[in-house]
């Protein structure tokens, strides 16, 4: 169990609630399937899966949560081509054009009519607490989905202070620096990929993939005052990852320093595993985040 993304927030105030305060929290929202009309779904789920039924799962004070999204496929062709059908029969019945307002209602209708037939399709967030580092860390490359999950939390825990991470230098003023000198700071290597934007109206992208980023046809879109928007990067040999203009982490692999402490641990328990996993990880990036933040100027105080 390895985060592959991270969507950071900060919890603003302390988390004072006890692991049993906070399942019963959790267990007002827990995940149900879609209903007959309901196009989604989302709720807490069994970090461990299986038979579990705890809706939390606590290692070394780290606390996994699962958040589970069912949701109703209706393919807007589908609907479209059966509101045309029904706008045609009906006029052709009534005698008239309807309105703008009797097609909507005609939409409406349909969407209801189908909804109980379409496919369903679940996917999982996961996401875990820090209540001693203050963080909320959510594996998601979408800060969409992540503010679903936070707004979950929110709903199940009555409020949450957690706002996403703000640091004093933009991440692309920052990012664009490195990448125009050159000279990265210690513990950080740049690899082979990013995407340059033009900061004018028409925002063209320039995108670079298993490239030397050092040739000087990146030096030239640079010194024409694009910026660095997404950059690979290697942090202390230990993790290799995606950094993007809105502090988000995508990508995130843990290198061979990592997978060796994982090759010790290797368990046929597959709880056990998790644990030795999520410890690892969680020991990580607790280090990783504050002198990493450092480097685009702290964050900036709530």
């Known amino acids: 169990m390895w985060f592959k993304n991270l969507c950071i927030f900060r919890l603003t105030d302390p988390f004072t609630l006890t692991n049993t305060e906070l399942e019963q929290q959790l267990n007002t929202l827990s995940f149900h399937p879609c209903g007959g009309h309901e196009p989604s779904s989302m709720g807490w789920s069994p970090p461990l899966g299986g038979t579990s039924e705890h809706l939390l799962h606590v290692c070394n004070g780290f606390i996994l949560l699962v958040a589970k999204k069912e949701e109703r496929v209706l393919p807007t062709s589908v609907i479209n081509e059966m509101v045309q059908e029904k706008i045609i029969a009906t006029e052709d019945q009534q005698g008239y054009k309807l309105s703008k307002k009797e097609r909507t209602k005609l939409k409406d209708d349909t969407i209801f009519e189908l909804l109980p037939k379409a496919f369903t399709f679940s996917k999982k967030f996961y996401a875990y607490l820090d209540p001693q580092g203050g963080w909320l860390i959510i594996d998601?490359?979408?800060?969409?989905?992540?503010?679903?999950?936070?707004?979950?939390?929110?709903?199940?825990?009555?409020?949450?202070?957690?706002?996403?991470?703000?640091?004093?230098?933009?991440?692309?003023?920052?990012?664009?620096?490195?990448?125009?000198?050159?000279?990265?700071?210690?513990?950080?290597?740049?690899?082979?990929?990013?995407?340059?934007?033009?900061?004018?109206?028409?925002?063209?992208?320039?995108?670079?993939?298993?490239?030397?980023?050092?040739?000087?046809?990146?030096?030239?879109?640079?010194?024409?005052?694009?910026?660095?928007?997404?950059?690979?990067?290697?942090?202390?040999?230990?993790?290799?990852?995606?950094?993007?203009?809105?502090?988000?982490?995508?990508?995130?692999?843990?290198?061979?320093?990592?997978?060796?402490?994982i090759a010790d641990l290797e368990t046929n328990n597959e709880i056990e595993q998790l644990d030795a996993n999520f410890s690892i990880m969680t020991a990580e990036l607790a280090a990783f985040l504050p002198p990493f933040l450092e480097m685009f100027g702290g964050e900036v105080k709530a």
């Open 140 to 261: 998601s490359a979408s800060s969409k989905n992540a503010e679903d999950v936070v707004s979950l939390l929110r709903q199940s825990l009555g409020s949450l202070q957690a706002i996403p991470i703000h640091t004093n230098e933009k991440p692309s003023t920052v990012m664009t620096r490195w990448l125009t000198d050159a000279m990265p700071p210690q513990n950080i290597t740049i690899a082979d990929e990013c995407e340059l934007r033009s900061p004018d109206e028409s925002g063209g992208i320039i995108r670079c993939k298993r490239h030397d980023l050092n040739v000087p046809e990146i030096q030239q879109h640079l010194d024409k005052g694009k910026q660095v928007i997404k950059l690979a990067i290697t942090w202390s040999e230990r993790m290799a990852f995606i950094i993007d203009e809105h502090f988000i982490i995508k990508r995130l692999r843990f290198l061979d320093l990592i997978q060796d402490q």
